[in-house]
């Protein structure tokens, strides 16, 4: 698994689209802050709340990455079959991807809080103790909610075995279901099954919330329905899905 892990992270570093738009949304992030720095009168507000604004295109961009390096790729060329071909289990292939897309999402999510903190002394924003909770508590759900989102589009991966069905459900589990969901709770006659909150995005917030104000229980009791339900197993959904997919050597 160690050199299956090296060849896909080394894959994924080496793919240049997604560092572009990664750096684009930088740019995007530092003019946005430029252009509206001497309206503020909260700098440290102003700040945290371009930060928010930003937070879930870098997120996207950086799951983008990890589907089309750590999957498609996979699905395109086929090359899952030479790697089972030479002894991989199906199950360690699996979870073998998963692991590659927890290092690369770490490892951009570590760039983006260097360069968040760069441009934070840069521009000389003080955070107070709540601020840089709140601060904190969106790196860590980003980190999470990334690989629970790619966890989900992998189901339609390796059901479908196409690399653009994977993408759509990607999409779709970031975008498009949160967002109909949150329109839903806007509905008189639905609005009190807050459908929202049960689903990752709205749970990953309620764990946000919770972090901030302290409340520590109920922080980790969210956590671990989070991992348990959008990540364990949603591969261990995968893992049965591939076990019986029949594979053309």
């Known amino acids: 698994m160690r050199k299956l892990l090296t060849a896909d992270i080394t894959r994924v ?7 572009i738009l990664l750096a684009a949304s930088y740019v995007l992030f530092v003019v946005i802050i430029l252009d509206g720095i001497d309206d503020s009168v909260d700098l440290a507000y102003f700040f945290l ?3 928010q604004t930003c937070d879930s295109h870098f997120s996207l961009i950086i799951g983008f990455g990890a589907l089309m390096g750590v999957y498609a790729d996979e699905f ?3 090359a899952m079959i030479g ?3 030479t002894g991989m289990s199906r199950d360690k292939f699996v979870i073998g991807k998963l692991l590659d897309v927890a290092i690369y999402t770490f490892a951009l999510q570590v760039l983006t809080i260097i360069f968040i903190l760069i441009v934070k002394s840069i521009f000389g924003v003080t955070l107070d103790d709540i601020q840089t909770r709140f601060l904190l508590c969106l790196f860590i759900s980003d980190f999470i909610g990334n690989i629970a989102y790619v966890a989900v589009a992998a189901i339609f991966y390796f059901l479908s075995e196409n690399a653009a069905v994977g993408l759509v459900a990607y999409i779709a589990a970031e975008v498009i279901v949160p967002a109909t969901l949150s329109l839903l709770d806007m ?3 639905l609005a009190k099954y807050r459908l929202y909150s049960y689903y990752l995005t709205g749970m ?10 302290g409340d520590i229980g109920g922080c980790l009791s969210g956590l671990f329905l989070v991992i348990s339900i959008y990540i364990v197993a949603t591969t261990v959904i995968t893992i049965l899905i591939f076990r019986k997919k029949e594979l053309e050597f």
Do not use: L, Y
């Not at 570093?13 to 560092?19: C, E, L, V």
């Not at 309620?206 to 901030?212: E, L, N, P």
């Open 13 to 19: 570093a080496t793919k240049i689209m997604p560092w």
């Open 76 to 78: 395109k060329s086929m």
């Open 187 to 189: 509905m008189p006659g």
């Open 204 to 213: 990953i917030g309620s764990i946000g919330s919770d972090f901030i104000i």
């Open 83 to 85: 790697v089972i071909g």
């Open 49 to 51: 709340d371009i930060v």
